[in-house]
């Protein structure tokens, strides 16, 4: 076991009976009778009860043990309740849990900013601070259109930006802008993720009300799909030449998840915009958005009130667990790790595509997917890998790919383990190819 496996406890599974348990099952009908309907699926097998979590072990509230291959949506990079961060949370609430974001800064906010710049590739030289990823998106559509004047986005097929409103502008992912079509405004440019450069150029050159391009360098939701070689680049050199600003969304991708800090340092690109979240506190939500400086100052001088802001821009305790997990990412070189354990996993994985249900592999870092048959096989095997103790999510744009994002601190004795029980139950299912 690696040190970091032993900072983290790094257990394996531990399922006793029945999944759903019975605490499980005693708790959903209340959440069935409270919550909106549409917020969490409930059936007989799925889901079950978090209590706990510490590194890449999850614990539900009937005593089992998992091994998390989602870091909670690519969160806890840093793994789950990860000490550092808690305390610096616990610390930074004793002393002042709320401030207020665009009136009285803070000295923690200060520091977290320079932080933040000194680890986005240098040429990003303002932020601005959100809570969600969709809200750092939605400053970023709106920064696009100040410094260009113009108000259309180019985004691709698949993308996953957000579920507000002004980020379901630029969403791929028909389900999500259907039931609001008649609100959206039609003037989003759907391209295909990885297609020909030159029929890309094209397509935008037909385009002159585009603001900018937004794109995710490796599609998370889509089902971790990585596009070709050279290709992030080539999109860069596009915009250039059409005057188009590149924003990229690294909300999943960001804090070492793929195996550099960002995605975009893998091809040497430096967007004009760059949103991060999730993984940035390991858990608190905190958000940002990062832009040139002549990009940023599009937006004109506060007189006093901002024309953008929050109730909670900036909370102090999320900027205190930024830091730490930051801190931590760099002091453990985790994007180095997410490399290393990649390619592990990826030979592991290698035995798994040779199965006639399962129709590609593919990721980088510690991102990847299994794309499957149809969705019921990914669904199926979601299901039964809960039973045995591995948590992992259905992503895709039909539901047919398993990802597999773990905490960057995962043990490889764990990994291996929650590998070993997918290929199982990939191996026991009966398809012909
Ligand atoms: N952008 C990407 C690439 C994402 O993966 C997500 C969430 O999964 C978002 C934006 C939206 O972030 P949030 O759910 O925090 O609003």
């Known amino acids: 076991?690696?040190?970091?496996?032993?900072?983290?406890?790094?257990?394996?599974?531990?399922?006793?009976?029945?999944?759903?348990?019975?605490?499980?099952?005693?708790?959903?009908?209340?959440?069935?009778?409270?919550?909106?309907?549409?917020?969490?699926?409930?059936?007989?097998?799925?889901?079950?009860f978090w209590r706990s979590a510490k590194g890449a072990n999850v614990t539900d509230v009937d005593g089992n043990r998992y091994i998390d291959l989602t870091a909670a949506f690519g969160v806890a990079n840093v793994g789950h309740s990860n000490p550092e961060v808690a305390a610096a949370i616990a610390a930074q609430a004793e002393l002042l849990m709320h401030?207020?974001?665009?009136?009285?800064?803070?000295?923690?906010?200060?520091?977290?900013?320079?932080k933040l710049l000194s680890i986005v590739p240098s040429g990003l030289g303002k932020v601005f601070l959100a809570?969600?990823?969709?809200?750092?998106?939605?400053?970023?559509?709106?920064?696009?259109?100040?410094?260009?004047?113009?108000?259309?986005?180019?985004?691709?097929?698949?993308?996953?930006?957000?579920?507000?409103?002004?980020?379901?502008?630029?969403?791929?992912?028909?389900?999500?802008?259907?039931?609001?079509?008649h609100v959206l405004s039609d003037r989003t440019?759907?391209?295909?993720?990885?297609?020909?450069?030159?029929?890309l150029r094209a397509a935008l050159s037909g385009r002159p009300d585009l603001a900018a391009v937004i794109v995710e360098p490796v599609q998370g939701r889509a089902g971790c799909i990585v596009p070709p070689p050279g290709w992030?680049?080539?999109?860069?050199?596009?915009?250039?030449e059409m005057r188009l600003l590149l924003i990229l969304d690294e909300i999943y991708t960001g804090f070492g998840r793929t195996g550099t800090m960002f995605a975009c340092e893998y091809e040497l690109v430096l967007p004009d915009i760059i949103c991060i979240g999730k993984a940035m506190a390991?858990?608190?939500?905190?958000s940002a958005m990062l832009a040139k400086p002549f990009v940023m100052d599009a937006w004109p001088l506060s007189g006093g009130e901002a024309l953008h802001t929050s109730t909670s821009l900036g909370n102090p305790m999320g900027c205190a667990a930024a830091l730490a997990t930051i801190a931590q990412i760099e002091r453990s070189d985790l994007p180095a790790r997410a490399t290393q354990l990649g390619l592990h996993?990826?030979?592991?994985?290698?035995?798994?595509?040779?199965?006639?249900?399962v129709r590609a592999i593919r990721g980088r870092g510690l991102m990847w997917g299994i794309q499957f048959r149809d969705a019921a096989i990914a669904e199926r095997i979601v299901k039964l890998a809960l039973t045995k103790g591995v948590i992992v999510l259905q992503a895709g744009l039909t539901g047919n790919v398993i990802s597999i994002t773990p905490p960057l601190i995962i043990a490889q004795p764990q990994l291996d383990r929650a590998i070993d029980i997918l290929d199982g139950l990939i191996g026991s299912e009966s398809c012909t190819a």
């Open 345 to 357: 996993l990826q030979t592991r994985l290698a035995a798994a595509a040779a199965h006639p249900c």
């Open 131 to 181: 809570s969600t990823g969709a809200e750092a998106v939605e400053a970023a559509l709106k920064t696009a259109m100040l410094a260009t004047g113009k108000s259309a986005f180019a985004a691709f097929h698949g993308a996953y930006h957000g579920l507000s409103l002004g980020t379901l502008e630029v969403s791929g992912i028909p389900k999500f802008r259907e039931p609001f079509k």
């Open 189 to 199: 440019l759907l391209l295909d993720f990885g297609m020909d450069p030159d029929v």
């Open 282 to 286: 390991n858990g608190f939500p905190i």
């Open 1 to 48: 076991m690696d040190r970091l496996g032993r900072m983290n406890e790094a257990l394996l599974e531990k399922i006793h009976g029945k999944i759903p348990g019975a605490q499980t099952r005693a708790l959903v009908p209340n959440l069935a009778r409270t919550e909106s309907r549409n917020v969490t699926y409930l059936s007989a097998d799925f889901p079950v």
């Open 99 to 114: 401030a207020m974001g665009d009136v009285h800064p803070t000295e923690i906010k200060n520091r977290l900013l320079e």
């Open 232 to 240: 992030l680049r080539a999109l860069r050199s596009i915009c250039d």
